[in-house]
């Protein structure tokens, strides 16, 4: 507990005076979120940008030829890609692709933790993923979107870089498996916020970052807090099975799933291993 409180203090110093080394977007990331804001970008444009980063581009490639997207005929090229998958979504999707870079280590531990945390939050967003395709096939004048939710879900799990990297810095004090798990628990959600700000995402994102885990917030209509949390159910996130049973009533209510046992059939698990597809 000593240990805890100790980073706990450390890690709100550090917000308080503006100290904390928050991750930042990878330069490509960066100008691909600029373009897709631009209201007078064009696909060529788009297409030139991603085409700078051969990884994002080979990525690009792969999510424009996943099984999610259905559609027979490959595309071969960048441009192609960016046609398909279109500039909105291409916003989301790049952002993905350079969130991965930055959970990476040094330390054995620390790493073990980064790729543990990455794995987790692909898990929850190819849950998220796939449930809001459903839904917006039945409610296709919804407000809620694909793109968003994408975003959402992979940020959702942003916090617990900082506390890695302090771990990482200071190995002998703070990384051990242990206390790492409790850290993460009680203070990634905080400094996830932080990022999103950091990062100038909308403050639907903080939002999402700073209260998916906090069940006391239950909003009435179906909302991006929800398809997250189904994510987390997935996964096994949440660990009280009341907990869980209630919040999967909840979504069946909302449309969300058919029935309780939705996640489990055939349909959704198809359409669960063709998104994470795109991811790994």
């Known amino acids: 507990m000593a240990t805890e ?22 330069e490509v990331a960066l100008r691909v979120r600029k373009a897709a804001d631009d209201p007078e970008v064009n696909l060529a444009q788009m297409s030139e940008i991603i085409s700078q980063d051969p990884a994002l581009a080979l990525g690009i490639v792969k999510v424009a030829n996943s ?18 998958i279109g500039l909105r979504q291409i916003k989301s999707i790049a952002t993905a692709m350079a969130i991965e870079q930055i959970f990476i280590s040094d330390n054995d531990i620390v ?25 917006i096939q039945k409610h296709k004048h919804s407000s809620l979107t694909l793109d968003t939710i994408t975003l959402a879900a992979l940020v959702h799990n942003l916090g617990v870089l900082p506390i890695l990297t302090e771990a990482e810095h200071h190995p002998d004090i703070f990384a051990n498996p242990t206390f790492l798990q409790q850290a993460i628990s009680k203070l990634s959600s905080r400094i996830g916020a932080e990022i999103t700000r950091a990062w100038g995402l909308s403050e639907e994102f903080t939002l999402l970052v700073e209260r998916w885990s906090d069940l006391t917030l239950l909003p009435d209509e179906p909302h991006y807090l929800d398809f997250i949390r189904a994510g987390a159910v997935y996964h096994n996130l949440f660990k009280v099975e009341s907990t869980k049973e209630a919040l999967l009533t909840s979504y069946v209510r909302k449309g969300i799933m058919q029935d309780i046992d939705f996640m489990i059939t055939d349909e959704f698990k198809e359409m669960y291993d063709n998104v994470k597809g795109m991811f790994s």
């Open 111 to 135: 790493a073990m933790y980064m790729k543990k945390s990455w794995l987790s939050t692909i898990g929850v967003a190819s849950v998220a993923i796939s449930l809001m395709t459903f839904y």
């Open 5 to 26: 409180n100790a980073l706990y203090t450390i890690l709100l110093e550090k917000i308080k005076h503006e100290e904390l080394v928050l991750p930042t977007l990878p």
């Open 67 to 84: 099984a999610i997207l259905g559609r027979k005929v490959k595309v071969e090229t960048v441009a192609q890609a960016v046609t398909r």
